[in-house]
C-alpha cells in the first residue's frame, strides 16, 4: 500500500502561484511514478502532469505547459507541483496519484492506483 498525503491548495487570484506537496508513505517511493489529476465541478478528472520515478522525464497537459512544473525528492518521498500564472479555469480538486513503475508508461493516466484525498485549489478573476 502506498499513502499519499497531499497539501498547499488553497485560494488565490488569477495570475498567483501555489505549490502543491504530495506526502508519500509505506512503500519505496522511487518505485513509482507520481502524477498530479484535478476534477473540476461537474467535469471529469485529467492528469495534469506526470513525472517518471526517477525524475528524469516529465509530461504535461497542454493547458498548463509553461506554467506548471511537477518535480520530485525521492530522499523525502515527495511530490510536488508547482503552479504559476494561475488562471480560474484551473479551479479544481487536485489529487495526487502512484502507480508502480512497470507496464504503462508514467505518461499515462491509466494505472494509477493510489490516490490521495485532494486538495482544493480556487482561483479568483
Known amino acids: 500500500q502506498v499513502r499519499l498525503v497531499e497539501s498547499g491548495g488553497g485560494l488565490v487570484q488569477a495570475g498567483g502561484s501555489l505549490r502543491l506537496s504530495c506526502a508519500a508513505s509505506?512503500?519505496?517511493?522511487?518505485?513509482?511514478?507520481m502524477g498530479w489529476f484535478r476534477q473540476a465541478p461537474g467535469k471529469g478528472r485529467e492528469v495534469v502532469a506526470a513525472?517518471?520515478?526517477?525524475?528524469?522525464?516529465?509530461y504535461y497537459t497542454d493547458s498548463v505547459k509553461g506554467r506548471f512544473t511537477i518535480s520530485r525528492d525521492n530522499a523525502e518521498n515527495t511530490v510536488y507541483l508547482q503552479m504559476n500564472s494561475l488562471k480560474p479555469e484551473d479551479t479544481a480538486v487536485y489529487y495526487c496519484a502512484a502507480k508502480y513503475a512497470s507496464g504503462a508508461s508514467y505518461s499515462s493516466p491509466t494505472g494509477y492506483n493510489y490516490w490521495g484525498q485532494g486538495t482544493q485549489v480556487t482561483v479568483s478573476s
Open positions: 513525472i517518471r520515478w526517477s525524475g528524469s522525464s516529465t
Open positions: 509505506g512503500r519505496t517511493f522511487s518505485s513509482y511514478h
